[in-house]
């Protein structure tokens, strides 16, 4: 494959399905941003384990510039780091291997983007990034809420108690970490009271739709300035009718364009690493999902680019 | 089965597919609400008859408490009615039918929640309702008048035709109803006003988008308060990027987020019934518009409860 | 539902969805038949679970009577016996139950259906139907041989190494059993070997297409006559054109009226219970595989309807 | 639109979407073929009505010359005479609409090939047709006979009747007729004996499967030579794999080369007319059922073409 | 097909699928508007040239009245003008082709409204109608510029470079045109600036979402008053949640209720012609983009013959 | 990713979609096979383009052992050579770089296997291949002959001439070559006469299914021994249940076990190269026609490591 300097040489769509058409390499020297998939789900939500190769397939439409910012990620060195080996129902192996090559990551100074998966992948993660950053927000677009106890008597590694157990095991700090997005129905009344005992900041979606997106980022910057923060992004916090691809659908959600908007207005959080997850292509529709996780994706790695052009250039200002 | 008390013991998807993994019976004894399917059609829009079934199947999705009101619905005493027996293109014996059950409902006292089918079995649905609460108002979710005199010559039964024969019948109050959410190509310059002549408030989609919740839910609220009003949601008020399942779709409609915004804040109307139209599983894409359905059928039972518990609780306040 | 004894009288996509219509009950006295969904998978195909639910949908398309051996199942006592409750990933508790709900159903003289759910689910059921028929033959219907040691080092309960653990915990005798319909690409040239070894006679689905229905049949009964049987159907025997469902497809397959010939001959065996698994709804295009398993259940039905004839009218012949 | 003459001049997907792009026409002057289509359906199979566009759709894709018989339809004149106009769950109304159609079309001497709709309109056209050809076999290929007497207590004009009311009204003479593919469960033991006691000789697919394609020929040959000959083509005749686009598949049914091969030997055959019916487009998956059903119709205009040529080259011989 | 004057009195899906059930002829005299298919693309999105034909499919569905307008168009004489014979790759030829076809009809005084077909096939047309109106406006709904200079070295008229041609060439005026909708990733930070520079006034998807649809509104028309116009209306300036059916999708786009609200606030200005681009069948799901096109292209039907009302009736005012 | 030795330590699906997890480079010492993507169409069968992409996405799938040679093709040296790089309808410039890249191929001693794209490709691999091999038999597996001089007045290089120019040029000698599966509806009468006056042997589908497997591979096997052979293979000689994904579908085709029955049996012949052609993803349906593919693909892999095999154990025999 001739694949020239110029994109526009090549179309984009041919050559090998990696991650924005980025190399796959796990030499990590120089690297700014590694992208790794983690094909895992514990099985109440299944077809999840599919979603990075989902991603991969659709990830050379996105180009190289951000419009709204008008930054050019060219400038980053961006790999696919591949998939870690995650082994289908057996979460106490492959949370092992996902924490042993997020440290990998994160040790070398390289941030991950981790592309699950189902939600419980996010424990595994930050405990690799706790080691490093041991003071850590978490932004969580979501659904719901993820803090609960356990499931079906014992499950306690599941999807939706994996922000229990990182504030148990202090992974991370909820008072100084938001929930946004937040709907659809619950088990009990006191769902949402648990996350706000346990710490975190909630933002319901239909709060969102009320105050607007400027007040959010207010809130959310407000709380996070100065912090080092890890993103998490449950797709499930998009409406249904802009992201199909989910396994536990809840009417009422955000926009693509309400998300796009909070994400651009977050570029003076630092950030550790970010990670999406609960994209689940067997529900998929004509792939807008697997389109708008790229595009997400994409404002992550913009995000970075931007601290770290501001980093390198610190007269500039913004 | 094995199924526990705490539905979190059992993954919600284990089970016969009733209605919210609400038990299947017709004893109607200490219930609050029954919920009916009704598969029929009249033709034109073909599919419509497997809707039950399609929402049936998706409704363990839904949990138990709506996380607007903090409200738990285990307390009410819901069960799947069943199917009412409906004849292929036999709208007389169908007709008689439904009427027959749903005044079964009605007279034990109990809030019926019809899911059809197409819109022509409201008819059917508001001759039993009617009985029992002859001063009817209609709040109607809708696309479309569904006020049309009759199709093809001598069609007078038919989903587009519905709410002319009601108000002929005197079903419903027209002077006391009200339509939400019209829009797309007409017949004539005069389908509008055809509704407003037979004394319907009529409130469009783009009025909808321009005026606000608020101040839709102040009209609704303002016209209905003291009524008993019956609900008939047609699916196609919503635009087809979130309930693509239906065989007449118009596009520029509602948001879900604005649907349930409308719905949640109608707790102090007095609700004699409901149904769903217009569900058309043929067209669905990756079973959002039927996930989307059972959240709004959720919103009802919702409302129900809320009226009961503050009947129950006088003092409380809401 | 006034659901008439003449099922012409209603139309059959009326009412709840269970298995063939069939009452959905735990009362076992007097059953003949009793279908039980098993919504479990181990994890790498994705799934599964939801296969009970999407063969009760579509199995009110199968009528009481089989066309071939002009039989009419009416007459058995056939019921819903509802979902085992299963964990996700959870294979201890989730087989602890299988065998409990299958070894009540079997103690009760009644012929179990487990409508599956992944291939490693048999495990479960074939230690329950052990205990009272000790000494049992397996017919296993698949692409796969399912007799490996383990995958991913250590998963030993897969559903690709049920047959092995059958056999080693002695709940089949491998010597009278058979695999029919093997094929696709191997992990080894000793996989067929393996199988051999252990015991099993293997007929390859080159083998079917060249040697012909009727010999297929000849081996089968010559091999499984006067045994106690079990059979085994994983939907990937047939080929992908005629059962896209399932999540490890081989191309080259049976086709639905070669498998139809062969079972719909083996009215001679003596079957002590039935199961199907692999069948996958997320990979199913058009309901087409979900209606194949539900009219393959059928001919089971039929299987065991006719054995009981010939029990009770033993002077009839054939 | 520049439509050349000769058709490689003209990629074929450019232009109205007519029958085999023929011109739209009502005028039958000097026209050997017409194709009607007929979107009507009773109710219990919804989708069928779309089916004349789906074909429309999709026919381009079908070329002039027949690769068995080398024979090219070009010199023949054929139209796409339209729609009849068909009402919603009307059958009255429809099935005189139909009736003066097609027997505008047969008593002005050109063949009519109608393009349902569901099974139900062959009723109306064997009445147009039996007015200039009163001594009328059937050539019926169908999974099911088609022959009961009611459904729903007195619906007696459905789908699943209509040859029973043919006979009953000497429409058709069983005893020189044919039903072909047969297969399915049943309504009771007695649905074949039915057809057989009218006088239908009976051919079941796994008759077919069993006695292969010559001797299949042959007896349909048989038994029709000589007569004037009406071929009814039930889409359901064929496995669900090949056409999936019905909505009461039937598994085990014949593949599409088996079809193609059977009609291309009946070329001995007078026919009077035909039909295809329960084509669902709702139901079809990636248009493979419409595509079939292009190719088939295409087969019948073959086989009017032949017959003319031999007529209008009598010394020629086949 | 016995076609009622009075659309209610014949199911609208009845008959050949052409444009809004207008008649197929290529007659001009009296006509007020043609809309013609052009089934042609460069390459890079494949399956754009089944787009008229997918249109032509669900326009049925249409009605004859503008909702927002009370304007009904049956008094327009509205013709299907077929499809401009198009050859895959060969843009030459299908240019000139184009070119001709849109000439004729424009210089018959009549709108065109071409249906694409890749965004390349504007350049033709503006050729055609340039000839007429020397000096045109451009109205370009689109996500992307379409101002590049070439792709892959030396492809120049392609769909992302039909405006820069057409600026060079001198067939629009950029200083009195506008792009509206403009977002998702770019090739360099320049892309934006490129348009500005050639003259084109720019408004971003982001902008609309934030300024609000009167501000939008005001914008255009302050420009484009008084102008003669040519409206392109890119289907992927919509986000995919509403319109799937595009090869080149970009999250965050425009609802389809804002595209409503924008069109149907232009009636004071003076088109000479619109086309439609990039809706590629392929992609689509459920129809949703067929029917969205449909309806966006019954909106430019209103405001020509809003504009022919005026020019009728000068007295009346708006 | 810690990929070990053993695949069965890591699930197939993790990892970066190369074929069959191959190992992405373009170095070829020592390379037994190289795998190659060619990403291009003409335009006339739109989608053809993502064909390399898509198999690569479902070739984890396949393992490493034929089941039928029982032969493991582990020890042979595969790689993902990429894709050559395709302009959108620019044939030339596309010709010139296949040629090229397969020509390095075929120079280094390497078979190589090119998955497209439309038929048109094959001419220009043909052009690399005839340099090495000037003495090149053709065995094209098809439904269509693909040698018509040209289309739409002057295209000459398109899927359906390349064989005609193939022999023109002399990259193929027609008297040394099969062409097998021939159907469906053609131009002329004399498309099949054609092929054979420039000397090939043509097989149709329907002498296939009379004749039987063993007389269509002796008749292969007759005609090729000895030659070197280039194997096209042209999905849509398939039927249309097995391989839907494909823009010129022809009913009545081959099963896929019949096509693996006959691939299976040329063990004995020497090949040049292989491709496969006309896979459109846009028209798949649950992905069956990839998976397919992905599993002839490993077909051509066995033939030549079974031939490899013999080569070097010259003494063994078959």
Request: hydrophobic letters at 40%; a negative charge.
């Amino acid at each position: 494959m001739r694949q020239s300097k110029n994109l526009k040489d090549t179309p984009r769509y041919c050559g090998i399905p990696t991650f924005f058409n980025k190399p796959h390499t796990r030499e990590l020297a120089g690297v700014d941003i590694a992208i790794l998939g983690i094909p895992f789900e514990m099985g109440s939500a299944p077809g999840n384990i599919h979603a990075p190769r989902a991603v991969r397939n659709v990830s050379w439409l996105v180009r190289s510039t951000n419009s709204y910012h008008l930054y050019d990620t060219s400038a980053l060195k961006i790999v696919d780091y591949g998939d870690v080996t995650a082994y289908p129902s057996q979460y106490e192996k492959t949370f092992a291997n996902i924490e042993e090559e997020v440290t990998e990551v994160v040790e070398a100074g390289v941030v991950p983007i981790c592309v699950g998966g189902d939600h419980s992948i996010t424990y595994a993660e930050l405990k690799a990034i706790n080691k490093v950053y041991p003071e850590l927000a978490l932004l969580q677009f979501d659904a719901h809420t993820d803090t609960h106890d356990s499931y079906f008597g014992d499950q306690r590694f599941t999807s939706g108690s994996v922000f229990r157990r990182a504030v148990e095991e202090k992974l991370i700090e909820p008072g100084i970490s938001v929930q946004v997005g937040l709907r659809g129905t619950l088990y009990s009344e006191n769902d949402y009271k648990v996350s706000e005992e346990l710490g975190f900041q909630v933002i319901t979606a239909e709060e969102v739709q009320e105050v607007g997106i400027e007040e959010v980022v207010s809130r959310i910057t407000d709380r996070l300035e100065g912090k080092k923060v890890f993103l998490s992004f449950d797709i499930d916090v998009l409406d249904p009718a802009f992201a199909p691809g989910t396994a536990r659908p809840e009417p009422g959600g955000l926009m693509s364009s309400e998300v796009f908007r909070i994400l651009r207005r977050l570029e003076g959080i630092d950030f550790a690493g970010f990670d999406t997850a609960e994209f689940n292509p067997s529900h998929d529709v004509g792939n807008i999902t697997a389109v708008l996780v790229a595009n997400i994706i994409f404002e992550f790695i913009s995000l970075i680019g931007l601290k770290k052009h501001r980093n390198d250039n610190p007269r500039e200002g913004v």
